[in-house]
């Protein structure tokens, strides 16, 4: 994005920070002490701090040392699903469009020790492997202005759900049992879908759109969805019984006409568009029927540079929906990874010391609030001429064949 920043906007936002940091600590602490406490924690969150554990905020925003952040993310009485109640509110208020989307992924902060609340040998997608790490399903909101967190949980592994001395150290509330990933992402569905929260789909990686239950919460409540799935996800057969998806690019394949792939972009990445090859087929989930009124279409992306690089989408969304429509909300999904990035490289969202429970979910949230200032802010900078023009383009449309 082209942008033009002048002296009263970075003016301004100091302005629209104290207004919004303000207005959620009054109802949000009881004493003043904690409420400044919060307010500075947000600064410094903000600022350039070469890593954002509580000692380095505080030195930064000139506290002696590091208690009062260590009193308001530990000991203080405060209600940390308010906050993200509000973090969500402020979201939607600025960035939330009918036509927006949520996507469902999970980052890893790689911890040493066993103490901190959730750490296990478990794969970790940041390096590919497994690590002692602490895995966490995040929720993005996304739309045409912007995108920023709107949900978190922190998963709890079964060795750590069935232990509980262990879970008695780190502070997780009794009534916490064992969720798989895609569970937690349900939870926080019914929390968006319960907030009102307007989304037309729901965007995932595979590790969530192979998951049965998680697709099956859609379609009994007539979510879209665009998710990544597996090579053998099961679909129901032309002559009966269940054959893997790859098996439909395949016989796709087989026909030998190039005429079946669409070259388009399905967003802006870092380096410009990303242009992938596409095409689409009306297809049927074994077992699993869509929603009244829905169907399901396999989007299959092929690489433009190495076209055995393939990767397979499923939709789920009503009659009629044109094709273009699914593939740019399959690529929404990278904007999460984008928050990410920008919540761990600039406002720490993974490099705190705390371990415990309650310390977690407070230093996870007041980062969400931090990320979506900065793209509240960012949605506010002009956008250039040419830029807004590309983006208002007509698109050729894409229709579904059946295979």
């Not at 942008?3 to 003043?32: C, G, H, K, M, N």
């Not at 208020?93 to 790689?110: E, K, N």
């Not at 979506?372 to 383009?393: I, S, Y």
Request: aromatic share 8%.
């Amino acid at each position: 994005m082209t942008s033009f920043l002048s002296y009263d906007q970075v003016v301004s936002w100091d302005t629209e920070l104290t207004a919004l940091v303000t207005r959620i600590a009054d109802p949000l602490f009881a004493r003043p002490e904690p409420r400044q406490a919060f307010a500075d924690l947000v600064r410094a969150l903000l600022a350039d701090v070469p890593r954002k554990n509580s000692w380095q905020l505080a030195d930064h925003i000139g506290h002696a040392t590091a208690h009062r952040f260590e009193h308001l993310l530990d000991r203080a009485k405060w209600d940390v699903d308010a906050l993200r109640d509000e973090v969500r509110s402020y979201v939607l208020a600025h960035l939330g469009r009918t036509d927006g989307v949520l996507i469902a992924d999970d980052t890893a902060a790689i911890k040493k020790g066993e103490a901190s609340v959730g750490v296990a040998d478990q794969y970790c997608g940041l390096t590919g492997q497994v690590e002692n790490c602490q895995v966490i399903p995040l929720l993005t909101y996304a739309s045409d202005a912007g995108h920023a967190f709107v949900n978190r949980r922190l998963y709890l592994p079964e060795a750590w759900a069935h232990d509980g001395e262990r879970r008695g150290r780190a502070g997780v509330p009794e009534y916490m049992a064992f969720r798989t990933k895609p569970q937690l992402v349900i939870d926080m569905l019914g929390e968006e879908i319960a907030a009102g929260t307007p989304f037309r789909y729901l965007c995932a990686d595979a590790g969530y759109g192979r998951d049965p239950h998680l697709r099956a919460f859609c379609h009994e409540r007539a979510l879209g969805y665009v998710m990544a799935v597996p090579v053998d996800l099961p679909l129901a057969a032309v002559r009966g019984g269940a054959e893997p998806v790859g098996h439909v690019l395949d016989r796709l394949l087989a026909q030998g006409t190039p005429q079946i792939w669409e070259r388009r972009s399905c967003g802006n990445g870092s380096k410009g568009a990303r242009v992938y090859d596409w095409t689409a087929v009306a297809v049927a989930v074994a077992e699993q029927a869509p929603a009244p009124g829905y169907a399901h279409t396999l989007l299959i992306r092929r690489s433009v540079n190495a076209p055995s690089e393939v990767e397979f989408f499923l939709a789920h969304a009503p009659f009629g929906t044109a094709v273009t429509e699914v593939i740019d909300a399959a690529g929404m999904r990278w904007k999460i990874e984008e928050n990410n990035e920008h919540g761990k490289d600039l406002l720490g969202l993974t490099q705190y010391q705390v371990r415990k429970w309650t310390p977690w979910h407070r230093h996870v949230t007041t980062c969400m609030l931090a990320l979506a200032f900065l793209a509240v802010m960012r949605a506010t900078l002009p956008v250039d001429a040419d830029e807004a023009a590309d983006k208002g383009k007509d698109r050729p449309l894409l229709e579904a064949s059946s295979c």
